[in-house]
């Protein structure tokens, strides 16, 4: 592991991270560069994503009440009209 500088945020606090190398099976990897492309991310941050919903908040961070809610949000008005043409476009079919 390496911790580097990130930056400074908004608030003018030091920002530092630590990369990390993981191994991953060439099928994980795969999937991950198809998923991360679908979302218009990098496979990185869908990786770091996962790891920081696997260990959770840090310690004090206050816990959001009903935490599910607008966990669906797609930002679009119009998916329950367009459901089928969307999982078509989203499943190849």
Known sequence: MRTSLRGRTAGGRIDFVTELHVQIPDDVAERLARRAEREHTTP??????????????????????????????????????????????????
């Open 44 to 93: 990185e941050q869908l990786a770091s994503d996962a790891v920081r919903s696997y260990v959770g908040p840090p310690p004090g961070s206050p816990r959001r009440p009903l935490g599910f809610i607008g966990l669906g949000q797609s930002g679009r008005s119009d998916v329950s009209e367009r459901a089928e043409e969307i999982l078509r476009a989203e499943l190849g079919g």
